[in-house]
């Protein structure tokens, strides 16, 4: 049995889960709403206050969809109801990133500033000049549009300079040394 699989996925106050045919699973909470197929293969109960996952067999493939299916289904509960977010550190002399509406544009030692749009259901927040909050209720699309955002300018491992994840820690490396 999957370790991840088996455990139920408790359905808290005030949050609603209808499971439709072709197992669209439909999450109701009071952040918003999230619809998403899961595997047809699993079985997906809803009994009182909680969701069950079963596996018809034990191929492996079986196996790698039971413990997916209910993490999916749980990061849609938690969604609905806290919602996710990531923490980005903008590091390095004259970057810096500005917020005009739904546009975020970053200047990172390119010719020219880049320019990123929030997209559907995710938003973005700044503290200061450096500091970077993707925050959703879809954990799929915040961790998306971070690492998107990270993208830009990759941290590099002599200075430091560049995007990292505010958790992220840089292995250093030591630079050139002079001949003697």
Do not use: C
Request: charged share 30%; proline share 5%; no cysteine.
């Amino acid at each position: 049995m999957s370790r991840i699989g088996r455990l139920p996925v408790a359905v808290p106050a005030g949050v609603t889960v209808d499971i439709a045919e072709n197992n669209v699973v439909t999450v109701k909470g009071p952040k918003g709403t999230l619809v998403k197929e899961l595997p047809v293969e699993m079985e997906i109960k809803h009994e009182g206050e909680e969701i069950i996952v079963t596996r018809p067999n034990d191929l492996k493939r079986m196996k790698s969809l039971h413990g997916l299916t209910r993490t999916l289904i749980n990061n849609m509960v938690v969604g609905v109801t806290e919602g996710y977010k990531k923490v980005l550190e903008v590091n390095g002399v004259g970057y810096r990133a500005a917020k005009a509406g739904n546009k975020l544009t970053l200047s990172l030692g390119y010719s020219h500033p880049v320019e990123m749009m929030d997209p559907e259901g995710v938003e973005t927040t700044l503290e200061g000049q450096n500091k970077i909050t993707v925050s959703g209720i879809d954990k799929e699309k915040v961790g998306q549009f971070a690492a998107e955002i990270r993208n830009k300018r990759r941290p590099e491992p002599y200075k430091g300079k560049g995007i990292k994840y505010a958790d992220e820690t840089i292995r250093r490396k030591v630079g050139k040394t002079g001949k003697k």
